[in-house]
């Protein structure tokens, strides 16, 4: 299933964030990166939603 890609600037960087903390920690429990990140980058409801989705969807994989 393919996800559709962001539009906001503030859902791209928490994806990017997320992505490299993930990247340099893979334990890290996703959802409470997921919500650090929805914090730290004012994210919207809806951009919280996909965010949490995208997550889950994408696990950390170890280098």
Same mark, same amino acid.
């Given at each position: 299933?393919?996800? /559709?890609? =962001?539009?906001?600037? *503030?859902? $791209?960087? &928490? ?8 990247? /340099?920690? =893979?334990?890290?429990? *996703?959802? $409470?990166? &997921? ?29």
């Amino acid at each position: 299933m393919s996800t /559709a890609m =962001p539009q906001g600037d *503030a859902l $791209k960087k &928490a994806i990017l964030w997320v992505s490299e903390k993930r990247k /340099a920690q =893979p334990d890290l429990n *996703a959802k $409470k990166l &997921a919500d650090d990140a929805c914090l730290q980058f004012d994210l919207s409801p809806k951009d919280s939603e996909f965010l949490l989705r995208f997550v889950k969807e994408n696990p950390a994989t170890p280098s």
